[in-house]
């Protein structure tokens, strides 16, 4: 995610924080000093940095559950609106993803028990109205926060967990695909509900949730239905095999020449042996033009580039294509290169299918 930056590393998984949190931090400190004085801008801050432990706490909780299952969770962001974690993959078992699903809100309701069977917090509805005022219980309200927390991310608004949740029970009778779209089409009705109280009410944190649980619950949508139409297709049918290559070495001029030669947005940089080094886009040519220092294919190169076997299905091509890779490269079994999958032809080869189909 732009603008958020590492501050640890925590069960093999990145923890990073975006900007817009030390935002939310500074301006909850400095409206609450000109409220009621540095005391209460430090308990308010602090306040806030317990809740978004808990926060933190609750994404490991997903991310530990999915390691059980085989996923790892890269990296764990920190919003204003809460954390994200971004697991590899979803579990393509039912109820594996909802045991992912629910280990987030289980992690939360062990907190509050903690808080209140161990240190003896009360919790009660009221504390909720209170949340900013200094010298208020401290263990209590952050008690009655993680309540409110479990409460509110099992909400059935895909993809918050509680959407999740429904998914994947949807998922048992209707079928993956089926199951995606009911789900996302209910996570965006409640959006739309979320929104219009968030504006009601004037709650900005409200209306971005909404926004990006709309947004989410879209994407992710697309995303499903775009696997499931590319089901049980080999990524050989969408393979490139007549293109024009590049050597390690070649400079701008052979660079440039083949640019213009042909309609390639991207050339593979291949070596005398047939490997596959990386891919050299137009604008990284452009950039060299520009005058660049680095001038040599190999220098001016995408060199990870996600690589296949001839065999693999067409969904495989597209996780490989999520990242910010310009091509998937399809070797045989020794490492040669024998051609390369980008996104133009995935969506070329779906407007043929559907046309005979
Ligand atoms: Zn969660």
Redesign the pocket.
């Known amino acids: 995610m732009p603008w958020s930056y590492p501050i640890g590393r925590l069960f093999g998984s990145e923890l990073r924080v975006h900007a817009t949190f030390f935002l939310l931090l500074l301006w909850i400190g400095v409206s609450a000093w000109i409220e009621g004085g540095p005391g209460q801008a430090l308990w308010n801050v602090m306040f806030v940095v317990a809740l978004f432990g808990c926060v933190v706490a ?2 490991f909780g ?1 991310a530990l559950m999915a390691r059980r299952y085989g996923i790892a969770t890269p990296d764990i962001t920190l919003l204003p609106i809460g954390g994200v974690a971004r697991l590899e993959r979803m579990p393509d078992n039912p109820i594996h993803e909802i045991w992912v ?1 629910v280990a ?2 289980a992690v939360n309701v062990v907190i509050w028990a903690v808080l209140v069977l161990v240190i003896g917090a009360e919790t009660r509805v009221t504390e909720l109205e209170t949340l900013d005022q200094a010298g208020a219980n401290f263990i209590g309200q952050l008690a009655a926060v993680n309540l409110f927390l479990v409460l509110f ?1 099992m909400v059935p608004a895909f993809p ?2 509680g959407g999740r949740v429904l998914r994947a029970a949807l998922s048992l009778w209707l079928g993956a695909q089926r199951a995606t779209s009911v789900a996302a089409g209910i996570g965006q009705a409640i959006a739309v509900a979320f929104g219009l109280m968030g504006l009601l009410s004037g709650n900005l944190i409200l209306l971005l949730i909404a926004f990006f649980v709309f947004a989410a619950a879209n994407a992710e949508n697309a995303h499903m239905q775009m696997r499931m139409t590319t089901e049980g297709i080999p990524a050989r049918e969408a393979m490139i095999t007549s293109y024009e290559a590049l050597r390690p070495d070649d400079g701008l001029m052979a660079m440039s020449a083949g640019l213009l030669r042909t309609t390639q947005h991207e050339f593979p940089v291949i070596d005398a042996d047939g490997r596959l080094h990386g891919f050299v886009t137009r604008d990284a040519i452009f950039e060299a033009a520009g005058g660049g220092p680095r001038r040599r294919a190999d220098e001016v190169m995408v060199a990870e580039i996600p690589t296949i076997g001839l065999t693999a299905p067409l969904s495989e091509v597209l996780e490989g294509l999520s990242g910010n890779t310009p091509a998937v490269a399809v070797c045989d079994e020794h490492g040669l290169f024998l051609g390369y999958i980008t996104r133009e032809n995935i969506g070329e080869l779906m407007v043929l299918r559907r046309a005979r189909s």
């Open positions: 609750h994404e997903h699903a987030g809100p991310n918050m967990d």
